[in-house]
Nanobody
Framework: QVQLVESGGGLVQAGGSLRLSCATS????????MGWYRQAPGKQRELVAT???????NYADSVKGRFTISRDNAKNTVYLEMNSLKPEDTAVYYC?????????WGQGTHVTVSS
């Protein structure tokens, strides 16, 4: 069973930065995709960024050039570096790890960007 624990959320002013981390436990295998999604109040959950075990990255248009996803395969951890934050980035951010055999989610971490 794969378990995920996010950390690093908080309150930040517009233009500021935050770094989210997601630590995994359990057997995630060597081939998987790690990612970050977010859900703002009253809205559906949406993709923020993903990174494959081979290092291929995908970003939502709204965060391109501001957010960077990375992973440490030795630690089975995925990160999201968020810069130039905007009030519209306010949401609960969820970590996701999936493969052909599982699709696991973290409990979410709150990010609030004040104007």
């Amino acid at each position: 069973q794969v378990q995920l624990v996010e950390s690093g959320g908080g309150l930040v002013q517009a233009g500021g930065s935050l770094r989210l981390s997601c630590a995994t436990s359990g057997s995630i295998g060597s081939i998987n995709t790690m990612g970050w999604y977010r859900q703002a109040p009253g809205k559906q959950r949406e993709l923020v960024a993903t990174i494959t075990s081979g290092g291929s990255r995908n970003y939502a248009d709204s965060v391109k050039g501001r957010f960077t996803i990375s992973r440490d395969n030795a630690k089975n951890t995925v990160y999201l570096e968020m810069n130039s934050l905007k009030p519209e980035d306010t949401a609960v951010y969820y970590c996701n790890v999936r493969s052909a055999w599982y699709n696991s989610w973290g409990q979410g971490t709150h990010v609030t960007v004040s104007s």
